[in-house]
């Protein structure tokens, strides 16, 4: 049944449209990815796969949760937005955000939205609290 799954989207979109559809959203991810790596309040956790950013808001080093309600509040209030959503996981014991880019219609200027919203968001974080 998986080949056909896969059968059926080369059938829609071909071979080529397809390719270009993937690197569209890599070209994206690494957007995304550079932004990230500009701003010194976050990290970048793990080398971007495909369209997958995993990163995170660094915490106050006072933190014992290794930032895990500091990324987790930032998640939170995004997702709570309604203008993006986030997942999370946990990579060698750290809470990660992770942005991935899918949606057929995502263009540049989603992307810097969402970076925006993150942004803004972050700043609104009292690090007192963490």
């Known amino acids: ?4 799954k896969l ?3 080369l059938r829609l979109y071909g071979v080529e449209n397809l390719q270009s559809y993937i690197r569209k959203h890599i070209q994206l991810a690494k957007r995304f990815e550079q932004l990230v790596l500009s701003d010194s309040r976050f990290e970048v956790v793990t080398p971007r796969n495909f369209s997958l950013v995993c990163f995170r808001l660094l915490p106050p080093t006072s933190e014992d949760d290794n ?3 500091l990324n987790y509040s930032l998640m939170d209030t995004c ?3 309604g ?4 997942s999370h996981t946990v990579l060698s014991g750290k ?3 992770r942005f991935a880019v899918g949606a057929p219609l ?3 200027k989603h992307v810097d939205a969402a970076w925006k919203l993150l942004q803004d968001e972050a700043s609104k974080i009292d ?4």
């Open 95 to 97: 809470f990660v955000l």
């Open 79 to 81: 997702n709570s937005s």
């Open 127 to 130: 690090l007192r609290k963490f």
């Open 1 to 4: 049944m998986r080949s056909l």
């Open 83 to 86: 203008k993006i959503f986030i």
């Open 7 to 9: 059968w059926m989207v």
């Open 67 to 69: 930032g895990r309600n």
């Open 106 to 108: 995502t263009e540049e």
